[in-house]
């Protein structure tokens, strides 16, 4: 087992708040000390008021890139049938280096997925299909991605990193074993060696080393015996979401304890 640093994501969800209180989130938890920044790729708020305050994702992340100077950052995740292949290489790359420092590497993670919130397909005219539809051109998108990447003048600062979100074992599992840098996982402890099997699977029939990927799994709600368990199990990249309008950082800080003290 590939052992990695225990690194924190935070996701600000871009709902419920003015674009000033998340700029303040935002420059907080770079200064806190957390490792990744994520946003999410939606048009409307998944929690609370349905239609309340709301912020593209991708516009965001180039305030992000301007505004952090450490922190990795991207989506969890983008949306990919709300725009084409070619154009998010291209937006990537731009990110890439609007975020690069004086040593001229960049920390704009892709993240990605293959789409589910049915009323921002529905309100921004994209068809919805079925999920294995929208896993298929998930699938046929991340070659055009990678392939524009080597095509782009300049090309990006580094490897960008890919992650990607979801458990099923058919089709996600395979496209991550033939994509991905990072797995995001939702599972259980209990679930995820099965998982990581059936991963390992797919690795092998492509030619991959499993240990090349990272495993992410979100805390949510759980307390530091499941970050325990999930670390002991792989895990490394630990994911807790917080929400407009206030955006408390109780559990960040709770959180970021707990990642100095296993590291």
């Known amino acids: 087992m590939t052992i990695r640093p225990v690194r924190l994501g935070v996701q600000v969800q871009p709902q419920q708040a003015t674009y000033p209180k998340i700029r303040e989130t935002v420059l907080e938890l770079e200064q806190l000390g957390v490792d990744v920044l994520f946003n999410w790729d939606h048009f409307f708020p998944l929690y609370g008021d349905p239609d309340g305050a709301h912020f593209e994702a991708w516009t965001e992340l180039g305030s ?30 731009t990110l890439d280096h609007i975020s690069a420092g004086e040593d001229g590497v960049g920390r704009f993670i892709f993240g990605t997925g293959s789409g589910w919130f049915e009323r921002d397909y529905d309100e921004y005219g994209y068809e919805f299909g079925t999920a294995g539809q929208r896993l298929d051109a998930l699938a046929n998108a991340l070659p055009k991605i990678e392939a524009r990447w080597a095509k782009l003048n300049p090309a990006p600062t580094r490897k960008i990193p890919v992650l990607i979100g979801g458990g099923g074992e058919k089709k996600t599992l ?19 060696t099965h998982k990581l099997g059936v991963l390992g699977e797919h690795c092998d029939a492509v030619g991959r080393d499993i240990a090349e990927i990272e495993i992410s799994t979100e805390l949510g709600k759980r307390d530091e015996s ?38």
């Open 226 to 263: 499941y970050a325990d368990e999930m670390h002991g199990l792989g895990a490394s990249l630990f994911t807790v979401g917080i929400g407009g309008p206030d955006y408390d950082l109780t559990d960040v800080k709770r959180w970021l304890k707990w990642r100095d003290a296993i590291s």
């Open 64 to 93: 992000w890139a301007e505004l952090t100077s450490r922190v990795e950052f991207g989506t969890l995740v983008n949306c990919n049938s709300y725009r084409n292949a070619d154009l998010q290489a291209d937006m990537a790359r």
């Open 174 to 192: 395979r496209i991550v074993a033939q994509h991905a840098d990072i797995w995001h996982s939702f599972v259980e402890p209990e679930v995820l």
